[in-house]
């Protein structure tokens, strides 16, 4: 059975850092794309960023030239380095999975930036 399990979430200052973890386990293959998604309360769920199975990176507007989405293919590992955190990245944050035409999601970890 496939798992994704986020890492990593917590309070922060604005302006401070936080490195988020999703971890696979289990047999997949042929990862297509994988990435973060966040949702504020209220508001509709949100693109973060993603990469694909060949390197490409995709951002938000909102979060370019500070987060950093990074996978880790030996060790089915996808990290989310988030640098000048704002009050308003405060969100729940999910790790997701494209796989053999697949979704998957992990169950969230909460980001809170406070002002």
């Known amino acids: 059975q496939v798992q994704l399990v986020e890492s990593g979430g917590g309070l922060v200052q604005a302006g401070g850092s936080l490195r988020l973890s999703c971890a696979v386990s289990?047999?997949?293959?042929?990862?297509?794309?994988m990435g973060w998604y966040r949702q504020a309360p209220g508001k509709q769920r949100e693109l973060v960023a993603v990469?694909?199975?060949?390197?490409?990176?995709n951002y938000a507007d909102s979060v370019k030239g500070r987060f950093t989405i990074t996978r880790d293919v030996a060790r089915n590992r996808l990290d989310l380095q988030m640098n000048s955190l704002k009050p308003e990245d405060t969100a729940a944050y999910s790790c997701?999975?494209?796989?053999?035409?697949?979704?998957?999601w992990g169950q969230g970890t909460q980001v809170t930036v406070s002002s």
């Open positions: 997701h999975m494209v796989a053999l035409g697949r979704d998957y």
């Open positions: 289990g047999s997949i293959f042929s990862i297509n794309v």
């Open positions: 990469v694909t199975s060949g390197g490409v990176t």
